[in-house]
């Protein structure tokens, strides 16, 4: 037993100090970082398998960073990516969370559904004259 008196959660200690709940000091001190959800991860894998069953693409590379979250396409492990699908929350409200970008890093496509962002990747039909 102790003489001092039990506290509810953020009531103030006689010294000056407070109880702080650990979880929600560690989410302020360290948020979680930015990552695909099993959706937008299984429509960009769709894509990747589609490419790598043609022969164009054969590697992949997935980051989480506290501002967002990439998703890299390689045609050879050793080079830099071919393509980089990212998902950057603080633009949803902007220009839409989701963009895809080339080596250069010139963005070709950016929306709030990621479904038509990655419309990027589809072929163009070509017509064949017999």
């Known amino acids: ?20 709940d650990l979880r929600e000091y560690r989410n302020r001190r360290d948020p979680l970082p930015v990552t695909f ?3 937008e991860l299984d429509s960009i894998l769709r894509i990747y398998g589609r490419m790598v069953g043609e022969g164009e693409w054969r590697d992949y590379a997935i980051d989480h960073s506290h501002e967002k979250a990439v998703f890299s396409i ?5 080079e830099m990516p071919l393509f980089r699908v990212e998902k950057n929350p603080k633009l949803a409200s902007r220009q839409g969370a989701y ?13 709030h559904d990621l479904a038509q ?7 163009a039909l070509k017509l064949i004259k017999s």
Request: aromatic share 4%; no cysteine; proline share 4%.
């Open 37 to 39: 959800h099993r959706k």
């Open 1 to 20: 037993m102790t003489d001092q008196p039990d506290l509810s959660p953020g009531e103030a200690v006689s010294q000056g100090s407070s109880v702080v």
């Open 74 to 78: 390689f045609k050879r492990s050793g």
């Open 99 to 111: 963009s895809v970008m080339n080596t250069h890093g010139m963005i070709l496509k950016r929306g």
């Open 117 to 123: 962002v990655l419309k990027v990747f589809d072929k």
